[in-house]
């Protein structure tokens, strides 16, 4: 989820045309602009898109609580390390039951991250968990997802 509002945080500065092909009896076409975060071919593209990214993350375990999760270790596009990043290559499998899960929350949950989207809000895992699904296991500190 944090690679999705990452990207609708990046689109909500963007406006898309919206509207009908059709041509009206006057010769006018209705389209109006919107936020690109509220396109639905953005959230679709997005939403189809979203689990490749998956590679972008390491599993960590904290050395206290031995707690495991996963962290982004690779920079976004637009970051200034990134044109050097994309050099290397990096390969492991240790990400695939992380896009296997991301692509199964997608999947089952897509109508319900399309509504927190719209609704503009924020912290779309905690949403997603706290008022959409029955994910996520609750620490004294965060959710997690």
């Known amino acids: 989820m944090d690679e999705v509002e990452h990207d609708i945080t990046k689109a909500r500065q963007k406006k ?9 009896p006057d ?4 389209r109006r602009k919107i936020p690109l ?6 959230l679709t593209d997005l939403l189809e ?4 990214r998956m590679n972008d993350y390491k599993l960590e375990e904290d050395p206290v609580t031995k707690e495991r999760t996963f962290k982004r270790f690779a920079p976004r596009k637009g970051d200034r ?8 290559y990096f390969y492991s ?3 695939r039951p992380l896009k296997f899960a991301c692509e199964t929350i997608i999947e089952e949950y897509e109508d319900e991250i399309f509504s927190l989207i719209a609704q503009e809000a924020h912290y779309l ?12 296991e609750t620490s004294a500190n965060h959710t997690e997802l």
Do not use: M, W
């Open 125 to 136: 895992a905690d949403k997603l968990c706290s008022e959409k699904s029955d994910l996520c």
């Open 93 to 95: 499998d240790a990400y």
């Open 81 to 88: 390390i990134y044109q050097e990043f994309k050099k290397l």
């Open 16 to 24: 898309a045309k919206v509207g009908s092909f059709r041509i009206n």
């Open 27 to 30: 010769g006018t076409q209705e």
């Open 49 to 52: 898109k979203v689990c490749e």
């Open 37 to 42: 975060a509220q396109s639905e071919a953005f």
